[in-house]
């Protein structure tokens, strides 16, 4: 996973410029779906013993059998719900077993080109003080864009960026096991809005002001 600068200025701007009116192109609750790429939507995960660059799209979805109770509409990168990675419509769990370890993501491709806003919520499904939370990352086109340490018990947080895309961009809601996997499913969702043009070039602006300062 690289980070970029830009977009990393971009980013921290976000907190601080007005974004104005907006137009909602993807969201991460109200877009699941049973089919990969419905609504520009993809579930799948990576690899880290092998490559961890390689999005893999998950090849299973339906119900799972487990100790506790059934797992209902869950995307899974295998059939059987221990161990393996999970993607649901409120939350993402994954995998950290002997042998393999998965960093587990939502995946939206963009169908236009522009700045747009990524925000939403992150927190833990369950509070397991035997957990040591994940790390939870908005990734575009392989650029890390944002990213937190979500622990257990922490509560709700908020994040908002602003990226640049083009038509084809990927944006990764990504979520990766620290030490060890107790109760690692997180709540981790997304909106996704147009940016208008006047605001685009401000924030543009505003960025190029911030690299000129920083060559100084």
């Known amino acids: ?7 990393t200025v971009v980013a921290m701007i976000a907190a601080t410029a007005s974004a104005g009116d907006s137009s909602d192109l993807a969201n991460s609750l109200e877009d699941f779906a049973a089919a990969q ?3 520009g939507w ?37 059939e059987t719900w221990n161990p393996t990675a999970l993607v649901a419509q409120e939350w993402l769990r994954p995998n950290m077993s002997a042998g393999s370890r998965h960093d587990v993501a939502r995946r939206w491709v963009s169908d236009m080109s522009g700045t747009v806003e990524i925000s939403g919520e992150i927190t833990m499904l369950l509070n397991n003080p035997l957990g040591d939370g994940v790390q939870a990352s908005v990734v575009v086109d392989g650029i890390e864009v944002f ?9 709700i947080s908020s994040y908002n960026v602003l990226v640049n895309v083009d038509e084809g961009s990927e944006i990764d809601l990504r ?6 996997h107790f109760s690692d499913a997180v709540i981790f969702n997304a909106r996704i809005d147009t940016i208008p043009a006047p605001a685009s070039v401000a924030l543009l602006g505003l960025g ?5 300062r920083r060559r100084r």
């Open 42 to 78: 993809y579930y799948g995960y990576f690899d880290l013993e092998s490559d961890p660059s390689e999005f893999i799209e998950m090849a299973f979805y339906g119900d799972l059998e487990t100790a506790q109770k059934p797992l209902e509409d869950v995307w899974s990168a295998a």
């Open 37 to 39: 790429g419905a609504n």
């Open 147 to 155: 990213t937190t340490i979500v622990g257990h018990g922490s509560g």
């Open 1 to 7: 996973m690289r980070t970029g600068i830009g977009c």
């Open 175 to 180: 979520v990766s096991a620290r030490e060890n």
């Open 208 to 212: 190029g002001l911030a690299a000129a």
